[in-house]
């Protein structure tokens, strides 16, 4: 089974409207963390959110805000107000674990490719 | 600011080839990542590294060796490049705290010829 599944291959948005891009996760760790990264076409890969198992509140980095429910296990990503240099791959991404060594390596979701239309 | 480097961002070898990819990382990270990343594939772990000549494997090392001599340095060596091996190479640095979060360089492009 795929421990990190992201659902929407390609979503599209209007410049200014907000999106949601959808992770779910699978884990039997009680500890771990989940990560959002965006790859522009240039590939390089530029971390944008984090949230930890244990936080109780859902993170914001200005415009990105991931929607936690751990019940669930889903992590989505919310992208407010859209502009054009959010064309973009992202990506979802858990470590688990917390005891050092391989706890640090992270496993990735295959992606959705975000397209921003003025 | 962390700065993760990679000597190169496109790379043409031939078949049979010896090919050397470097990252170099300036944040002092205990942790550094060699991915490789194909369409529809997402990223995959060829290995890692948590400490000074220490290495793990990760999903995918065949065909795929490491080098860690300093701390700052990680090294993928492509032992016999084949065609198969045509993709982008991604390498990142951690810490160890507070969230482990890994920090990617550039890419290489390689091209196996």
């Known amino acids: 089974a795929q421990k990190i599944t992201q659902t929407q291959p390609g979503m599209f948005v209007q410049e200014k409207e907000a999106v949601t891009l959808d992770c779910t996760y699978d884990t039997s760790d009680q500890s771990y963390g989940l990560f959002w990264y965006k790859q522009p076409s240039s590939g390089e890969m530029i971390f944008l959110i984090y949230q930890g198992s244990y936080d109780e509140q859902n993170a914001t980095e200005g415009r990105y805000s991931l929607n936690f429910q751990k019940a669930r296990k889903s992590a989505n990503l919310v992208i407010s107000a859209s502009q054009l240099g959010d064309s973009a791959m992202y990506f979802c991404?858990?470590?688990?674990?917390?005891?050092?060594?391989?706890?640090?390596?992270?496993?990735f979701g295959k992606g959705t490719l975000l397209t921003v239309n003025p | 600011d962390v700065k993760v480097t990679q000597s190169s961002r496109y790379l043409v070898k031939r078949t049979g080839e010896k090919v050397f990819l470097e990252c170099v990382q300036d944040?002092?990270?205990?942790?550094m990542f060699w991915y490789r990343q194909d369409p529809g594939l997402g990223l995959r772990l060829i290995y890692f590294?948590?400490?000074?000549?220490?290495?793990e494997k990760g999903d995918i090392p065949e065909g795929y060796s490491v080098s860690r001599e300093k701390k700052e340095r990680f090294s993928l060596i492509l032992e016999s490049a084949s065609t198969n091996q045509t993709s982008m190479y991604l390498c990142?640095?951690?810490?160890?705290?507070?969230?482990?979060?890994?920090?990617f360089g550039p890419g290489t492009r390689l091209l196996v010829l």
């Open positions: 990142a640095s951690s810490s160890t705290r507070p969230h482990a979060t890994q920090y």
């Open positions: 944040m002092d990270h205990e942790n």
């Open positions: 590294s948590y400490d000074v000549k220490m290495k």
């Open positions: 991404a858990m470590r688990e674990g917390w005891s050092g060594g391989s706890n640090y390596k992270l496993t």
